[in-house]
């Protein structure tokens, strides 16, 4: 093996697969033939380290002949992605219910029955309440009996002119 991927891509042996993307990136940038035209023989070198690393099947075959065994970073990493079945036996159900019961349900339901915090009645603020609220009623129907318009007798204004007549010879005779 004439070259090491990881010196080449700049990286530590224990390197995730985001570090040796933002690595390949960069020095791709650096060394692209059509902006250095004398780099493409490191441009190779660089794209053949970055497809051996991204591979997890052959970089652990690289890490092999390397002697490394430090790939232990990055093979948590992809297990932890794989996850067990659930399993779904009645068995199982059974004591998930059980344990569930014993743990998490009694103290559930103390909570819910527990007795609601008690608030207190300022009971100076009630009565003056119901003071004003008669007050009020009061003072409106004062406001619209000042503001009624007071009713007109419909008399038409000959015969009132008749009336003060007869008033004054009354008047004159006494």
């Not at 490394?68 to 219910?97: D, G, L, M, W």
């Amino acid at each position: 093996m004439s070259f090491d991927y990881y010196q080449i891509l700049q990286l530590k042996p224990t390197a995730t697969t985001a570090e040796i993307k933002a690595a390949y990136r960069r020095l791709a940038k650096l060394f692209h033939p059509d902006k250095n035209p004398f780099a493409e023989e490191k441009f190779k070198q660089i794209k053949e380290a970055y497809e051996t690393l991204i591979d997890t099947a052959k970089r652990n075959k690289y890490d092999a002949k390397r002697n490394y065994t430090s790939t232990i970073q990055v093979k948590k990493k992809e297990t932890a992605k794989k996850q067990t079945p659930y399993n779904h036996t009645p068995e199982a159900e059974a004591k998930r219910q059980q344990y569930y019961r014993e743990h998490f349900a009694g103290k559930q339901k103390a909570k819910v029955y527990s007795k609601p915090p008690e608030t207190k009645t300022n009971y100076k603020e009630l009565t003056s309440i119901l003071i004003s609220i008669p007050v009020a009623v009061a003072l409106l129907l004062l406001l619209v009996n000042i503001y009624q318009k007071p009713k007109t007798n419909n008399i038409p204004k000959e015969t009132k002119q008749v009336d003060t007549l007869l008033i004054k010879q009354n008047a004159d005779k006494k």
